[in-house]
């Protein structure tokens, strides 16, 4: 039985995540308004491809095309019957892509609803983060992540949700904006501070930031949550930059060089996880595994 990541982390080992997914899948067609978690059924051959870009990259865990893979998003799609499958099936791909010895990170995304606007309830919010869970645990997930939050209520339902119904490892990430205070705080006034101790009271066993930010901002965002705390595992998911818009196309301006030339930076700040998200590429993978092992 393979160790857990925070059993390797406790070893001292820095550990590389993948990349970008999106991009990837509209790359291979995935047209712009569809539902991209109903590849894992239709075209599992495209999906297993992008997985197995970043394992070829030398990532040490790979993510699933499930980050819309809720009840509430599913339903857009009329899809609002079929969570389990495509996340089973999300899973079961990146568990191919993985094989046993890498680690698959089932992917979990918010919402969209709101409880503070009263667009949904609590019970509504668990039942539909548990059936994901389940549905990636069961296809073989090691570890659900929860991403891109921005509300401190619906990140704590989905990390209980997870932990109270799978066996899996769980990690939250939350995204902050860089404010012109020079704070950081997500859309919904949440700092990294804050973050920490409301996501270890609901059980995380990893925490971090994805999105909104480029590698180097993520420096300071790291050095916040270990101010409060030495020990939690701290995962990041960087962008290759902010986001530019070059014609009607928008654009991440880190090349894989620029990226990787913060990672160590960024490991010593007390990063354990270190990938990428929007505009991050298996080449900007390669060249954080070369410049952190």
């Not at 012109?180 to 997500?186: I, P």
Request: with cysteine.
């Amino acid at each position: 039985m393979k160790p857990t990541l925070s059993e390797l982390i406790a070893q001292g080992k820095i550990l590389v995540s993948d990349g970008a997914w999106g991009t990837f899948l509209q790359a291979k067609g995935l047209e712009a308004g569809k539902c991209p978690e109903q590849w894992n059924d239709i075209h599992p051959d495209a999906v297993l491809d992008i997985a197995k870009g970043y394992i070829a990259a030398g990532a040490d865990m790979v993510e699933t095309n499930s980050f819309g893979g809720n009840r509430f998003k599913l339903e857009a799609f009329g899809l609002e019957d079929q969570v389990y499958l495509l996340n089973r099936k999300a899973a079961e791909i990146s568990r191919q892509a993985a094989g046993a010895d890498k680690y698959v990170l089932g992917s979990v995304g918010p919402t969209g609803k709101m409880l503070m606007m009263g667009d949904v309830t609590e019970e509504e919010l668990y039942e539909a983060f548990k059936e994901q869970a389940i549905a990636l645990y069961e296809g073989g997930a090691d570890a659900i992540i929860i991403e891109t939050m921005t509300a401190i209520d619906e990140a704590s339902i989905a990390v209980r949700a997870a932990r109270e119904n799978t066996p899996c490892e769980v990690i939250c990430t939350m995204t902050f904006d860089h404010l012109l205070t020079g704070d950081y705080r997500t859309m919904m006034g949440v700092s990294p501070a804050e973050m920490v101790v409301a996501l270890k009271e609901s059980g995380a066993h990893i925490v971090g930031a994805n999105c909104s930010n480029g590698i180097e901002g993520m420096i300071n965002i790291t050095k916040e949550i270990r101010s409060v705390d030495s020990q939690i595992p701290v995962l990041i998911h960087a962008n290759a930059g902010l986001p530019m818009l070059q014609g009607t196309c928008t654009v991440f301006p880190e090349s894989p060089e620029m990226m990787a030339a913060f990672a160590p930076q960024l490991a010593k700040a007390g990063a354990n996880i270190i990938g990428g998200c929007c505009g991050t590429t298996p080449e900007h993978i390669q060249k954080l595994v070369e410049a952190l092992k």
